[in-house]
């Protein structure tokens, strides 16, 4: 069964402190997505990434990088020289490879407070 | 800019009353549509899945004679919270599936979610 586990409920860190956020998962797919969501207060969705099982290249988005381990089944995403405008819950998700959603499973959620 | 939209992003109903949520795909048809859950500090759950034409696929412990599910276009789903009770109060997203050869990648795009408070 799959499982996606973001052991970091919640962080707080000052504003320019790097962050990262952990995003462990589980899955006997060997054809899978990983994805990153940001959720602010007002509740939307935001879509940062989403990674297939076959590309491990880690990839920087201005000051967002997201590394994948495939030997260590984690997906951690990093926020560098954090501001407030990162508060927000971060959600990894988990898809198979049939991407119809049924088997599409968020973690947990971290929320991250950064504070000024 | 959006390609799933939800209507309405706030709703307030008495108890006992229904309310419907509408989930529209904006610039591309959506066999498989999906409604999830999310209760206060907790993660999105699914629960059902609804496909075009067909009856939605309810996860188990979701009562699909309270949360009806109805997608009978290609670009609509909605879910009509039925009898609704406070403890129904949570919000509600939709994602739809977006195929591969609509001039974008097989994918799921998000609604903006929809806060239902019933009091």
């Known amino acids: 069964a799959q499982k996606v586990t973001q052991a970091q409920t919640e962080i707080s860190v000052v504003e320019k402190e790097d962050v990262t956020l952990d995003c462990v998962y589980e899955t006997r797919d060997t054809t899978y997505y990983l994805f990153w969501y940001k959720q602010p207060p007002s509740g939307e969705l935001v879509f940062l990434i989403r990674?297939?099982?076959?590309?491990?290249q880690n990839e920087i988005s201005g000051r967002y990088s997201w590394n994948f381990q495939k030997s260590t089944s984690s997906f951690n995403f990093t926020i560098t020289a954090s501001q407030v405008v990162d508060s927000a819950v971060y959600f990894c998700?988990?898809?198979?490879?049939?991407?119809?959603?049924?088997?599409?499973?968020f973690g947990p959620g971290t929320r991250l407070s950064v504070l000024p | 800019g959006a390609v799933v939209s939800q209507h309405p992003s706030w709703v307030i109903c008495k108890s006992g009353t229904s309310v419907k949520i509408e989930c529209r795909s904006l610039d591309f048809q959506a066999t498989t549509m999906f409604w999830y859950r999310q209760f206060p500090k907790q993660s999105l759950m699914l629960m059902a899945t609804s496909n075009e034409g067909s009856k939605a696929t309810y996860e188990q412990g979701v009562e699909k004679d309270k949360f009806l599910i109805n997608h009978a276009s290609l670009t609509l789903s909605t879910l009509t919270v039925t009898s609704a009770h406070p403890e129904d109060s949570s919000f509600y997203i939709c994602?739809?599936?977006?195929?591969?050869?609509?001039?974008?990648?097989?994918?799921?795009?998000f609604g903006e979610g929809s806060w239902l408070t019933v009091v």
């Open positions: 994602s739809a599936l977006s195929r591969q050869g609509q001039g974008r990648r097989n994918t799921i795009y």
């Open positions: 990674r297939n099982s076959f590309d491990e």
């Open positions: 998700a988990l898809s198979e490879a049939s991407i119809n959603g049924q088997n599409f499973v």
